[in-house]
């Protein structure tokens, strides 16, 4: 979801509105005599904190920064893009400017020349007398002749110029193999192979284009694992060794599991388990997430027992500051468990061996620990709790406090109850002094972060209010499930703020044939649309027709009930701002009025929620 979001973040709603309409501070907000509406009392508003606008009068319509450019300017969700994404300076993908063909061009010669190198190595490997001590750490390692051809691992041979005699040879520039990362210029302009008497494992992107190379010194050499330079065609932090082989399976066993090493993702391959992925040795990206989210919701990570901070650390007073932090990326995976509904789990490696070790010895263990797998939030909180010693009321103090950062990341309020529950019992006492303590610690977050956003713009808002992860759930299950149409009944394009959402809604409320609507969208929806349908759904969705239902239904009472929520919390504002600068009795009254209206509202969404929560109760029952 590229260009939209990016629009969004560079552009601010108050600038862009503030460019035809002449607004006027209220309180934390701004407020207009509305474009869209003949008035004389202000009654359009922007929310500078959500990016979004509102008219409480006539209009009584809102949405983001395109839904306002749309309707200001009269134009079309494709031509709206197109007037923001200049004035933002974002380019938009598929559009064939010269710049981007020659980038194109550039990235396509980078992988032609990295595929000739590739074959070249892979040649020296099989047939050449100087890659012995290559082939024997091969069969060192267990590999077979088939992993090694199916992988197209190669063998760069010692010599200062010998890919670069070969490949000059074939009629390649040398600008160009510097280019790839393939020669290294030394200062005096000569220059020389990057990889020498080393293993080669050409990495692949997810279309099995080679874009670099991974090199395994084969002698004392360092660095002992040397990588292709960031080029035009290779990003580390976006590449995943193996993707281009394993993507069939992940989907099929929906399912991806994540390990360090080239050698281990080959020797897991070759036993037939073929969803096996390598980070790469860098904790796991964005980018690399963006990839793996395209074929599952499913992870495990499999980590050594040294990473996963298991090896035995003496039980001090002084050593629980070290033992208990969690590792950082962890947060990071709890936020994408939350945004994309996903369920990251791990599996810990036996002390000093590696994935391709337990494989080869015991292939039944390794299945067994994926089984095992324990999903990440329990598997911290076991482990921190393991390492406190259970009657001390400081320690077990301690351990509250260092995972609220981890329960304050949880948005999904059930996953958070769970969760508060569990530690409860963990730790054996009450669970509201956990609540408590979450609620303060929450509140110490806003007060932090309220001072620091006060005076600047701050992205990090924005691209909350850019990436709604209900409405794209919602969406996504609708699209692939056209027969969830009748749950939705009580859902209109109002109820999504997004407009590339709120677009992608209508046109569907109009028409049940996707390949219809995907045929006339913009290149851009059509992007955002393909990213919808194929977002992959746990099993108990995709199986289950009744808990599909019941998912929807949910869905569409959470945007209804969240849709009220932001009137209510806008209106009171409002009232405040109205209250404070003397409004006349007329307004406040309207305003009142309206609050009073949303209430009912809200109120009879959450008596349907109660009836519907009894009714799947009583189901059950
Ligand atoms: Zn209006």
Redesign the pocket.
Known sequence: MGAIDDVKQRLDIVQVVSESVKLQKAGRNYKAV????S?KDP??FVFPDKQSWH?F?????GGDIFSFIMKKEGVDFSQALRLLANKAGVQLVNEATPQRQAQNKERELLVEVNETAAAYFHHILLNSSAAETAKSYITRRGLSIETVKDFQVGYAPEGWDTLKQYLTGKGYPETELLNTGLLVERESKTNYDRFRNRLMFPIRNIQGKVTGFGGRALDDSLPKYLNSPQTAAFDKSGSLYGIERAKASIKDKSQAIIVEGYVDVLVAHQYGYRNVVASMGTAMTDKQLTILKGLTRNLILALDADAAGEEAVSRSGEMIDKMLPVPPSFYGWVKYEDAYNAEVRIMILPSGKDPDEVIIENSSQWQEMITNARPMVDFIFERAIAKIDQTSAREKSLVVERLMPLLAEMKDPVRQGHYLERLARLLKIDEHFITDTLRKFKAAERRRKGKTTLNSFTPATITMASSSPLEQYCLALLFQYPELKSESTELSPEHFENTENRELFTKWSNCNDIAKIKNGLDIVLQEHLNNLLSRAFPSIITDNESVRHETMEDCAVRLQERRLRNLESQNQELLAVEAEIGGTAAQLAKLEEQGLEITRQLQKVFIRQHHRRRQVKSDVQ
Do not use: Y
Not at 34 to 37: I, V, Y
Not at 57 to 61: E, L, M, N, R, S
């Open positions: 509305c474009p869209f509406h008035e009654s359009f008219c009068g006539a209009c009584g319509t």
